[in-house]
């Protein structure tokens, strides 16, 4: 199947700093990028969908304003947790999916704020 | 998208076939069916996809019933490994078509020595 990375792994960063996470399609071109986070002992929640040259897709309740989605390219989604909190803490995780075939996930993302 | 059920949690002897059952009862007509599991702390991973016919992959089995209202997931011979949350997804488009993956609580397979 087709390789999704992210970068960092895992993260902590201080109250009021914003931190940028990385989504890499590595080989394939992804047109669309999805951005979940989990929360433990929960499911997936799905974000935000990520068009390539487009802004993203906000679901119903996620912030626009603090969660800062870029899709500059087709093998690379950000996302930027802005003014970052405790609750803010979480597993993230995105996907991608080649053009005629499924999605995939990348392994996720850990970020911890104190 | 449709929504769909699942037991909350199983258990399965290694060695031994694991089927997991999930409800679809509102699927459409387009919806596929999407089979996903997550090991703890690690991104899901794909395993199977269908839409009518039942379907074979390296990894599993997909049994859809005639009606297209439920399915099972068959892992022929579970080991330690395969224990992870596996998910059920119904979906329009077999294919990416854009198409979002809305996941439920899934079900918890333990698969035990």
């Known amino acids: 199947g087709a390789v999704v990375s992210q970068h960092p792994s895992w993260v902590i960063c201080k109250s009021g700093t914003s931190v940028k996470i990385e989504c890499r399609s590595l080989d394939f071109q992804a047109t669309t990028m999805f951005w979940y986070r989990q929360f433990p002992k929960q499911s997936l929640m799905l974000m935000a969908t990520s068009n390539e040259g487009s802004k993203a897709t906000y679901e119903q309740g996620v912030e626009k304003d603090k969660f800062l989605i870029n899709h500059a390219s087709l093998t690379l989604s950000t996302l930027t947790v802005t003014s970052a909190h405790p609750e803010d803490s979480s597993f993230y995780i995105c996907s991608g999916a080649p053009p005629t075939d499924t999605q995939y996930f990348g392994p996720g993302t850990r970020l911890t704020v104190l | 998208d449709a929504k769909t059920t699942q037991p909350p949690s199983m258990d399965c002897a290694e060695g031994r076939a694991a089927n997991l059952p999930c409800n679809h009862s509102?699927?459409?007509?387009?919806?596929?069916v999407y089979w996903y599991r997550q090991i703890h702390s690690q991104g899901p991973q794909y395993i199977i996809h269908g839409l009518k016919n039942n379907e074979t992959n390296e990894m599993a089995s997909l049994i859809i019933t005639e009606d297209r209202k439920s399915s099972t997931l068959i892992l022929p011979h579970a080991t330690l490994r395969d224990t992870a949350v596996y998910y059920c997804i119904v979906r329009v488009g077999g294919g990416n078509q854009g198409g979002k993956l809305i996941f439920g609580q899934g079900t918890e397979l333990s698969v035990k020595p």
């Open positions: 509102t699927i459409s007509g387009n919806e596929y």
